[in-house]
């Protein structure tokens, strides 16, 4: 079965810093897809991005950019500039098209002002 | 905003009641699921379903039993509630036409439930 790492437990930055988060995934798969999710201190969770196993292009939205590296079989989320609004638990999670998403244990991300 | 509501949205319970958890959808979507969320295993899969009265299991579905008799509700019931089901639920949705499930999974708000 499919497999997120994220070993990054907590990561503590001061504002206006960079950071970024580590996603390692297993899958036997040749077709898969990558997502992130953020989790703020209210509860919910938020859709941030998803990724093809077919299109390793790096993605930035805003402050937010992504890594794909397939020959690393990492995934990982860079926040440039963190904000005080960017303390969040974040998920990195894996599909492999069979309804089965597996998701790591997630990365509290706390931004200090 | 993916129209999805989850009720209660906490709820304390005593071991060996039964529970049951409701997530309703507004927007038709035919994937549904059933997650739990506990420190250190992110988030887990219990049940899906595909459609009305079709399910099936996920990674943890031992103690859960899941209903979809329509489109827009899909049930998790705890038969006989234990304190190792106390957690964080989330319901999610997605909409696919395709063979497979690759679409977002979008998620409710969550019921926090206290097994005693």
């Known amino acids: 079965a499919q497999k997120v790492t994220q070993a990054q437990t907590e990561i503590s930055v001061v504002e206006k810093e960079d950071v970024t988060l580590d996603c390692v995934y297993e899958t036997r798969d040749t077709t898969y897809y990558l997502f992130w999710y953020k989790q703020p201190p209210s509860g919910e969770l938020v859709f941030l991005i998803r990724r093809n196993s077919f299109d390793e292009q790096n993605e930035i939205s805003g402050r937010y950019s992504w890594n794909f590296q397939k020959s690393t079989s990492s995934f990982n989320f860079t926040i440039t500039a963190s904000q005080v609004v960017d303390s969040a638990v974040y998920f990195c999670a894996l599909s492999e098209g069979n309804n089965d998403m597996r998701f790591g244990a997630g990365t509290r991300l706390t931004v200090k002002p | 905003d993916a129209g999805i509501t989850q009720s209660p949205r906490h709820k304390v319970t005593e071991t060996g009641t039964p529970v049951t958890l409701r997530c309703h959808q507004t927007?038709?979507?035919?994937?549904m699921y059933w997650y739990r969320q506990d420190p250190g295993h992110g988030l887990r899969l219990i049940h899906y379903s595909y459609g009305v009265k079709d399910t099936d299991k996920g990674e943890v579905s031992d103690g859960y039993s899941v209903s979809r008799s329509k489109t827009e509700d899909f049930l998790l019931t705890l038969e006989s509630a234990t304190s190792s089901q106390t957690s964080v639920y989330f319901c999610a949705i997605s909409a696919t036409g395709l063979a497979g499930n690759t679409d977002t999974q979008y998620f409710g708000p969550g019921t926090r439930l206290t097994v005693l």
């Open positions: 927007e038709n979507h035919r994937y």
